[in-house]
């Protein structure tokens, strides 16, 4: 293992576009013919995001290995295509409890147990772990320098350059440079003051990332560099841009890439090497210059924070990037329609979707948003919750099952959604109590499904027979009903391959109705549209051709 690896850190103020930054700059080396690898270290407590609320942290993107982890291992995966592991975030909450674990079972026996070097080595272990021929990997700290909770991972981090050297390590700090009306300039004293920061800690950056609203004078840009210790060319300007696909562009003009590779001694001062970035000068024009447009109604909950759905919101600009349309979101609070009729806010939307939720608030107005696109032919899709809706709307409306409902909700005489107490992942069973803990306990990470020939679904996965889907779910449709529904019209196009677990549900006499119990959009790049997004929008586009 002689991978190079970065480190990337924020300043001034957070949400200035550093896992956006890490995943581009991922996409850029991956231009250049290098092999990548993204990482994040969360200074917050909890052990994972998967018991965070979405609405205040933002969705928890699920890897393939099962692991709940923060939103930021979305955009790398987007950007890069590399499949995020659990090997690929860390909290606070996991390194502490690996250590005190450590410490309960004598592994320190005799000594005192302290953040350095025990927590700090614990987060050095994890920074070089599971790595095998990754010619860079790029290590995201989440916080702002200065953060209390974050000081033990500026010290790991400090600790690896000085133990791999400056050949193999490079600090990249991310600020922010505000424009001051009243004197019409960019400031960047903060910039100055989050760099001092990050010196007192004892790192000096070795690339600027700076963001502003508008271009940085030459002035400012030398004025940054001398102040900071870092190299004029190595301040690098980051404007903002009108779609996120373009950021790898944009960073590859100012030179992003060319100086961290110059930085590393492996391109000469005047030289700029070869990158190939065709492909995301194409994603940018296509999101740019759409040939039409759909609206889709997505009826959930949390639909405050945009970023409690980041990956649907993406997978459905995926979907439009294959269609080479745009695609309009209508967010739509479910619990409206429990006092209104839907018709009004969704006539007039080319496709309506379901996301995945949890919780009975909001559900009944979930279920009319159902009803609403079964009858008039409006495509849907549902997933996770939006599924376990659609069955839960067939059951009542079609099979006659008038009380069905799920017992995430309550208890019910038809539990067609069900609590998953028993499953299989790979041989083994997995087994989980009503009373149990809610950290990691739900079905998660990539499960197979078999899928019915001839299906829709089947055609939309290209005649696949067998496919592979992430899942973060804890209830599961109930198959003890899967025949009284299948009376009733509803296909179950999809099973687990022990056929216990319905997967996923289709109407064959709807145009497009798909309700599917796992996450596509988790896997959905701008490079590679998942095909049920690309699906679900090019029957939108056939519906906007209707009304
Ligand atoms: N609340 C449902 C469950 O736990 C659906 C979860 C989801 O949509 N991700 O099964």
Known sequence: MSARFIFVTGGVV????????????GALLQARGHKVRLRKLDPYLNVDPGTMSPYQHGECFVTDDGAETDLDLGHYERF??????????????????????????????????QVIPHVTDAIRDFVLSDLSDEEFVICEIGGTVGDIEGLPFLEAIRQLGNELGRARTCYIHCTLLPYVGAAGELKTKPTQHSV?????????PDILLCRADRDIPKNERRKIALFCNVKEGRVIPALDVDT????????????????????????????????????????????????????????????VLLDAYKSLNEALTHGGIANNVRVNLKWIESEVFESADPAPHLEGVDGVL???????????????????????????????????????????????????????FGPTPEPVVGLLTEWMKGNQLEKRGITGDMGGTMRLGAYPAHLKPGSLVSQIYGGATEIKERHRHRYEVNAAYKDRLEQAGMVFSGMSPDGELPEIVEFPDHPWFVGVQYHPELKSKPFDPHPLFASFVA?????????
């Open 14 to 25: 957070s949400s200035l576009g550093k896992g956006l930054a890490s995943a581009s700059l």
């Open 80 to 113: 890069t295509g590399v499949s995020a592991r659990q090997s690929d975030n860390v909290t606070t909450g996991r390194i502490y409890s690996d250590v005190i674990a450590r410490e309960r079972r004598g592994d320190y026996l005799g000594g005192t147990v």
């Open 196 to 204: 001092k920061e990050l010196l007192s800690v004892g790192i000096q």
């Open 244 to 303: 996120i696909y373009d950021v790898p562009n944009a960073y590859h003009r100012e030179g992003l890439d060319t100086e961290l590779l110059r930085y590393f001694g492996l391109l000469g001062e005047d030289d700029d090497g070869d990158v190939d970035l065709s492909r995301w000068h194409d994603i940018a024009h296509r999101v740019r210059a759409p040939e039409g447009e759909v609206t889709i109604a997505i009826v959930g909950k949390y639909t």
């Open 354 to 408: 379901v996301p995945g939720g949890f919780g009975e608030r909001g559900s009944e107005g979930k279920i009319k948003a159902v009803t609403f696109a079964r009858e008039r032919k409006v495509p849907y899709f549902g997933i996770c919750l939006g599924m376990q809706m659609a069955v839960i709307e067939a059951a009542r409306n079609i099979a006659g099952i008038d009380h069905a409902s799920s017992t995430e």
């Open 539 to 547: 029957a939108a586009v056939q519906q906007s051709r209707l009304v």
